[in-house]
């Protein structure tokens, strides 16, 4: 039930959110820099745990409704108060995270302890106070976003105006006012008639961070649709973005391993990014035809597909993320590995995330995969890799280099050493 399913920063990267299998929301809140404790500046400690969704039953289709978290989007922030979306297969919530260091006392119809007064032994009128108290971090569920999915929602991605959000499931996307539970507007749908001739479905989706009529999404085919909206009910297929395949490398797992798991755009909006399972490519909104940039995460996997659809590791969805400026991008792996991949330098680096390498304060030591016969001291073999261990989710901080790496139930900061 502590299995993390999903790691998120707010926009200022003070708070970070996981989701876990069970239905919670953890919060952790970044400790202020103080004279006693230089260095306390990148320190995450909770802030708020509280329980998002429930198991559910549906007694219609006689379906279990499991609670796993699958998706956290923070709203960016207008008042003291918080505010997030977490979504489970298929219910969006709106929680409203806020702070309370004062209590009223002095009440004219209830005692201290609480109790109701009776109104005829009230001979005085009394002007509340306000005392202060212990801090208190409260969170409610304000919105309650219900019975729009027929599917398993995968996507939720909060739109530059603020106003609306987007949901994804396997075969339509949604398109929601934050004020309104009661109606959405349905803006793609590739279901088709006879679900005999069902294709791909939708694996990820995303609205664009400045164009408010931008959205894109994934499908499980390897290919990548771009999508304006003039009006609700007139949203047009802009771009489609594919990678013609090489007929010479086709194989039983081409089209497994060609599913894309994640779509993010990066900050600046001109570049789009995608996880496959082998590999990580970078997009130009503006070239359809073949990614600009393409990393392989795990090449040294190929060999090894049989055993991995075996265990049905081949189906893992690994997510990946941009740094604060769009110059490092970053995804995980097996064995608890992550990998950077700097863009300009074309320098790229595989860390791990586990106690005995991850030392409060220590730097990590780059590791290596032997994909040769003779191994080298330092390195790991392909077949001793733990494909139980695998990091499917991490997150950067929008601004400083510090990233969060959830590893199954631990999740691990690291930040950038400053010497």
């Known amino acids: 039930a502590d299995i993390i399913s999903t790691v998120e920063f707010n926009y200022t990267g003070d708070l ?6 069970g239905g919670r929301v953890v919060i952790f809140q970044r400790e202020q820099e103080t004279k006693s404790r230089p260095l306390s500046r990148g320190e995450y400690n909770v802030y708020s745990t509280f329980q998002s ?15 796993k978290i699958n998706k956290i989007r923070w709203l960016p922030q207008q008042n003291a108060a918080h505010f997030l979306l977490s979504t489970n297969d298929k219910t969006i919530k709106l929680w409203k995270i806020s702070e309370r260091d004062k209590r009223a006392e002095g009440y004219n119809l209830k005692d201290e302890d609480g109790r109701l007064r009776e109104p005829f032994r009230v001979t005085e009128l009394r002007v509340p106070t306000l005392k202060p108290m212990d801090l208190m971090v409260e969170a409610s569920p304000r919105r309650t976003f219900a ?10 991605s909060v739109n530059s105006d603020y106003a609306t959000y987007l949901s994804a499931d396997d075969l339509r996307i949604n398109l929601w006012h934050l004020e309104v539970t009661n109606r959405s507007f349905n803006i793609v749908d590739i279901k088709p008639a006879n679900m005999e001739e069902l294709t791909e479905v939708i694996t990820a989706a995303e609205f ?47 089209e497994i391993i060609s599913s894309i798991s994640d779509v993010k ?9 995608t996880r496959d399972y082998l590999s990580v490519k970078v997009w130009d909104l503006n070239m359809e035809n073949r990614p600009v940039e393409t990393y392989q995460v795990h090449e040294y996997l190929r060999s090894k597909l049989c055993s991995l659809y075996e265990n049905d590791c081949i ?20 064995n608890n590995f992550f990998r950077t991949f700097e863009r300009e330098a074309q320098r790229d680096v595989t860390l791990e995330a586990s106690r005995e390498s ?19 001291k330092d390195e790991i073999t392909v077949d001793s890799l733990d494909f139980n261990k695998k990091i499917l989710h991490t997150a950067w901080h929008p601004v400083e280099n510090i990233i969060a790496v959830a590893a199954t139930n631990n999740l691990y900061l690291f930040q950038e050493k400053v010497n």
């Open 208 to 254: 664009h961070p400045h164009h408010c009529n931008v959205f894109v999404y994934s499908s499980s085919k390897g290919t990548i649709r771009l999508w304006r909206w003039f009006h609700v009910e007139l949203c047009v297929l802009s771009a489609v973005f594919e990678e013609p395949e090489d007929p010479s490398s086709r194989s039983f797992f081409s």
């Open 265 to 273: 755009f990066s900050h600046s909006g001109r570049y789009m990014m």
């Open 16 to 21: 970070l959110a996981t989701g876990d299998k």
């Open 53 to 67: 969704h429930e198991p559910e039953f549906d007694y219609l289709k006689s379906l279990e409704i499991e609670e």
């Open 315 to 334: 189906f893992d969805k690994f997510e990946c993320c941009w740094n604060g400026s769009d110059s490092t991008i970053m995804t995980g792996s097996y």
């Open 358 to 376: 991850s030392k409060p304060r220590a730097v990590l030591k780059p590791r290596k995969v032997c994909t040769t016969g003779k191994r080298k």
């Open 147 to 156: 019975n729009a999915h027929t599917y398993h929602i995968n996507s939720i």
